[in-house]
């Protein structure tokens, strides 16, 4: 099967617990990724709401550095992707696709020139908010109601121009509808499931997700037990199921926030998405589906998006 993963932490982990993204203990290492059929994989640079300006631009420099460093020490096993080329030469040579993205505006520092900045690095997709408050915004933990500040639609616009892609996931819901009525090309929800199926302020209510999938955008599923209700296989099936009720065949996905949230020990890491594919294929599940599910529907977005970089 082929895999697309849309949110992990594995960067943070590996330059915070001096962990090697070849071979590790984590989640996610590229020996097993790299054993899926292709692999399309999402790091993103988590940004703690315990820093903020200056002290948070340069901890994001340095993990993105962390990134370059590991495709410059594994050429034979990674591709940041810059531009679609990169993207089919990845899955060409049976490389990991990788995506960079950043968990938290908090990372600009307070400053529009960042984003340049962060282009320039390869980043392709920001999280506008963590779960607190930033420039931005408001997270949806952070007890604030208010939407995006003036900053944060700025950075919106600034973001598009630049081509990388709004992440709505974390954000409160008056930042999320500032983000609908300012955005003019499509969001994601990198790893987000559905408040139908379960109640939680990280959860996308049912017109939440219709308006992310109107701009033409993604939905990604996560396996973090607090956001499904339980941390089983048949929980995750009806999260899916439930969004595929509201036409999302083709714009959901995974975003399973490996590293970023505790799995059961037996799930181990991204092997258990192999598992996840055969439990659904014996649910009867057909093979088309499930692969616009794990791979397609990403490949087809970013594919686009990249497209898209002028
Ligand atoms: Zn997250």
Not at 234 to 248: A, F, K, M, N
Request: net charge negative; hydrophobic share 40%.
């Amino acid at each position: 099967m082929r895999l697309f993963d849309m949110h992990c932490d594995t960067l943070y982990e590996c330059v915070m617990g001096e962990h090697e993204l070849s071979e590790n203990s984590l989640h996610i290492d590229l020996k097993r990724g790299l054993e899926f059929d292709a692999w399309g994989q999402v790091f993103a640079v988590w940004m703690p709401d315990t820093i903020r300006g200056e002290a948070a631009r340069q901890q994001c420099r340095r993990i993105l550095e962390r990134a370059h460093t590991e495709a410059v020490n594994n050429p034979d096993k990674i591709i940041i992707v810059y531009n679609s080329e990169d993207l089919d030469s990845a899955f060409k040579s049976r490389r990991c696709a990788t995506i960079l993205a950043v968990e938290g505006g908090s990372a600009l520092g307070g400053r529009l020139e960042t984003i340049d900045i962060m282009s320039g690095l390869g980043v392709k997709i920001i999280t506008l908010t963590w779960n607190g408050a930033n420039e931005l915004g408001n997270g949806c933990l952070s007890g604030n109601k208010a939407g995006l500040t003036k900053f944060g639609i700025d950075s919106i616009k600034k973001m598009e121009s630049a081509n990388i892609v709004p992440d709505v996931s974390h954000l409160n819901e008056a930042g999320f509808w500032d983000v609908i009525h300012t955005a003019n090309r499509p969001i994601i929800a990198s790893h987000s499931v559905s408040a139908g199926v379960f109640n939680h302020p990280r959860n996308l209510t049912d017109e939440q997700f219709k308006a992310v999938i109107n701009t033409g955008g993604l939905v990604g599923i996560t396996l973090c037990c607090d956001q499904l209700g339980k941390q089983t296989f048949e929980c995750i099936q009806r999260h899916i199921e439930h969004y595929l009720s509201l036409d999302g065949s083709n714009n959901l996905a995974f975003g399973c926030d490996f590293d970023g949230a505790d799995l059961p020990a037996d799930w181990g890491g991204i092997q258990v998405m192999e598992d996840i594919y055969e439990y659904l294929y014996r649910k009867n599940y057909e093979e088309y589906l499930l692969d616009r599910l794990f791979f397609s529907n990403c490949y087809d977005f970013y594919r686009t998006a990249l497209t898209n970089a002028g």
